[in-house]
């Protein structure tokens, strides 16, 4: 059974662009929850997607969305770089039924914004 | 607000010695997991207790719950240099993380 993917792997983007990121979930699983990571902030909650409609949302800015699509796959995206987002994104894929889901992780985003 | 708070957060063991890593939750939670994070890598699932008194063990590696005084523990047996990494507890829903602890296993 393949595991959660995200491309690309790696990013260097500049201040004021903007990025997308992408998220594969395994196979059957119908929750995609993102995060990020820094060394200062350790790791963030930004959103969680259920069958196409944002179902939780973390203290993050504007700047920061996301989508679902009809096959799970989900798209991150972030507005008007700052440095301060610099940082490994994660995703991870659950069934997102009620009660206990575990969460499957992806290996990351690494973004660099200049 | 759900808060989790890890300690600590750097720790530098020797081989063959024992440890534990706490890990304190500000409010009710359900649930709490532990997972591995090996540099430049992503999460790594450990463990997930479901309920009080719940105990899992894997290898070296055993963790435990007590959700009335909020407080899981990750004890690790015998140290080996193989289980430098840091490690994190999350609590909730969401998965609201702790600070990690950055484990050292020298020999």
């Known amino acids: 059974k393949a595991g959660v993917t995200q491309t690309p792997r790696y990013l260097i983007k500049t201040r004021g662009q903007q990025v997308t990121l992408s998220c594969s979930p395994i196979?059957?699983?119908?929750?995609v929850s993102w995060y990020q990571q820094t060394p200062g902030q350790g790791l963030q909650f930004l959103f969680e997607?259920?069958?196409?409609?944002?179902?939780n949302k973390g203290n993050f800015p504007g700047r920061f969305s996301g989508r679902q699509f009809s096959n799970s796959r989900s798209e991150m995206n972030v507005s008007t770089l700052e440095l301060g987002d610099s940082a490994l994104y994660l995703c991870?894929?659950?069934?997102?039924?009620?009660?206990?889901?575990?969460?499957?992780f992806g290996p990351g985003t690494r973004l660099t914004v200049l | 607000e759900l808060k989790v708070e890890q300690n600590p957060l750097f720790l530098s063991m020797q081989e063959g010695k024992n440890y534990t890593i706490y890990c304190n939750y500000s409010?009710?939670?359900?649930?709490l997991y532990w997972y591995r994070q090996d540099p430049g890598k992503s999460l790594e699932s450990l463990f997930v207790?479901?309920?009080?008194?719940a105990v899992k063990q894997e290898g070296r590696l055993m963790a435990s719950l007590d959700t009335k005084a909020r407080l899981s523990t990750l004890h690790i047996t015998a140290a080996v240099h193989d289980l430098s990494a840091t490690y994190f507890c999350?609590?909730?829903?969401?998965?609201?993380f702790g600070t990690g602890t950055r484990l050292q296993v020298f020999p």
């Open positions: 196979s059957g699983h119908r929750s």
């Open positions: 207790l479901l309920s009080n008194g």
């Open positions: 999350a609590a909730g829903l969401l998965l609201i």
């Open positions: 997607y259920f069958s196409e409609t944002q179902r």
């Open positions: 409010t009710t939670s359900d649930r």
């Open positions: 991870a894929s659950s069934f997102g039924g009620s009660g206990y889901n575990e969460q499957f």
